[in-house]
Nanobody, 125 residues
Framework: QVQLRESGGGSVQAGGSLTLSCTASRRTFSGNALGWFRQFPGKERELVAAIASTDSSDDPSTYSTASAKGRFTISRNNAKATVSLRMTHLKPEDSAVYLC??????????????WGQGTQVTVSA
């Protein structure tokens, strides 16, 4: 069982930056792939960025959705049991609840079993 807690959300003007952090309840999560999702009101969660586990590589593969490429960067720190999402050049359409998630397995592809509660990001024009 892995418990996740996000922090770092808030309000920012368009063009600004935020860094979201997610801390896991256990230290041994190097075997988990991790992802950041976002959810707009009334919509399904969508994967924004993800990073593979580091069990087989010190340079795990990452994924970013098209709208996030070049603006959002995901990274993980296994020693601190954290995964971060650095968001730059934010747009009003990035406003959503952001959730971190973990899955059992090396690949970031697939179903995610563990979820945080989410943190609100609001970008004003």
């Amino acid at each position: 069982q892995v418990q996740l807690r996000e922090s770092g959300g808030g309000s920012v003007q368009a063009g600004g930056s935020l860094t979201l952090s997610c801390t896991a309840s256990r230290r041994t999560f190097s075997g988990n792939a991790l992802g950041w999702f976002r959810q707009f009101p009334g919509k399904e969660r969508e994967l924004v960025a993800a990073i593979a586990s580091t069990d087989s590589s010190d340079d795990p593969s990452t994924y970013s959705t098209a709208s996030a490429k070049g603006r959002f960067t995901i990274s993980r720190n296994n020693a601190k049991a954290t995964v971060s999402l650095r968001m730059t050049h934010l747009k009003p359409e990035d406003s959503a609840v952001y959730l971190c998630a973990a899955r059992v397995g090396r690949s970031w592809r697939g179903l995610y079993e563990y979820w945080g509660q989410g943190t609100q990001v609001t970008v004003s024009a």
